[in-house]
């Protein structure tokens, strides 16, 4: 996406900064860089390659944070490092962009001769098998048979079996109880009931969601801390649903916003919706840097997408419907994941527009013709404008 010769310049001054060994300075231009978004990210990946260790850490945790998925192929590179740290960095974002890549690169990290690097690597592997990733389920199945891989990295690669059911799981377990190094733990899986031990769920301690609140709000500039405390967030049950939902009234710092919608996210509860509805409306007046109001807004998106919901329908149409379109990737993805035929002339114009879009729409497109039945002489694409049926025939070439 084209940027204006001032905005580039501060762009490439922000990742200077990130190689400071002032921690202030290095933050704040992290936290500055992500709010750019999608803007900074070609900037970011020019730089990566050459960049000392302590830049390639901030770049990553800003890739990490925007998850923007053209910055995947340089991200995976970072997991050949021979710097753990960045190694480590680099799981941490690769994770956020889930990919047949992704998987593959993880599961090689699985022989790492450092135990952190193949620990990080392997848990983010059973993330993605939890979250459904196909792809994850069977680098960790392969680990598990392959006998030249490391016995405590096999070991590790277990718990995956709870996410196989029924028939497939009886087999799963019949073959590893025919693997000698495996088969003791086996069958003390069996005999407990699954990989892990079975515990109740048990209700969230409010002063640990409080406690974990109180320090997202304290430091709101902080995205590394930010990062850090949203995953604690959501490691704690839907019992912190209520007291997160509050905290979205005690902020209008974006970094804590975005965080405390990514946990409402994460428990899909019902009662979110309308809370996550208001603050995309308070975003939509809020002053500031409205690239960076445009991304957190676009998160909310992804995450009311995810949970199913077309309560903030309009709100997306509109924003797509702007221009410039701010933080389009992430409401392009939005877009699919919701798959309302209503976006097609959205798409259309900007398909057509030369804004560099035209693969995202069509993924977009994509997931909505197939969702909706779409055909050339739909009502949907007969809505299209005519100075924008240019745009729609690219999209149909797909």
């Known amino acids: 996406m084209p940027i204006v010769a001032s905005k580039a310049h501060q762009i490439h001054e922000l990742i200077g900064r990130l190689g400071s060994q002032d921690e202030v300075r290095r933050e704040s231009a992290i936290a500055r860089l992500t ?25 990553l945790t800003v890739l990490e944070a925007t998850g923007d998925r053209r910055g995947l192929s340089s991200i995976l590179a970072q997991l050949e490092s021979s710097e753990p740290a960045v190694v480590l960095r680099a799981v941490a974002a690769a994770t956020t962009l889930p990919d047949p890549r992704t998987a593959q690169a993880l599961a090689r990290l699985a022989g790492h001769p450092d135990p952190a690097v193949r620990r990080s690597a392997l848990d983010a592997l059973l993330r993605l098998a939890k979250a459904g990733y ?83 709000l304290a430091r709101p500039g902080d995205l590394q801390s930010a990062l850090e405390t949203g995953r604690a967030l959501c490691q704690l049950d839907a019992g912190a649903e209520p007291a997160v939902r509050a905290a979205l009234e005690r902020t209008s710092h974006l970094l804590p916003l975005r965080m405390l919608a990514d946990a409402l996210g994460h428990w899909r509860q019902p009662a979110s919706l309308p809370a996550l509805r208001q603050l995309l409306d ?117």
């Open 35 to 59: 709010l750019l978004g999608e803007r900074a990210t070609e900037a970011l990946l020019q730089a990566l390659p050459r960049a000392s260790q302590a830049t390639r850490l901030g770049i």
């Open 134 to 216: 196909l792809e994850a389920l069977d680098a960790l199945l392969g680990l598990l048979f392959d006998e030249r891989a490391a016995l405590p990295s096999r070991l590790a690669a277990l718990p995956v079996v709870d996410q196989v059911t029924g028939k497939d799981r009886r087999i799963l377990l019949r073959d590893l109880r025919a693997i000698p190094a495996l088969a003791e733990r086996v069958a003390a899986m069996e005999k407990s009931g699954g990989a892990r031990p079975q515990r109740r769920p048990r209700a969230v301690a409010p002063a640990t969601a409080a406690s974990l609140i109180e320090s997202l």
């Open 282 to 398: 308070r975003l939509t007046t809020a002053p500031g840097d409205p690239a960076g109001v445009a991304e957190v807004k676009a998160r909310i998106h992804l995450v009311l997408a995810d949970m199913g919901s077309r309560i903030a329908l309009y709100d997306l149409r509109e924003m797509l419907e702007a221009r410039p379109v701010l933080a389009a990737p992430s409401l392009l993805r939005a877009a699919a994941a919701v798959g309302d035929s209503s976006f097609l002339p959205a798409l259309a114009a900007l398909a057509g527009s030369g804004s560099g879009l035209l693969d995202d729409c069509r993924r977009a497109f994509a997931a909505i013709a197939g969702r909706e039945k779409l055909r050339r002489g739909s009502k949907a694409a007969k809505a299209v404008r005519p100075e924008h049926r240019e745009g729609l025939a690219r999209l149909w070439k797909r």
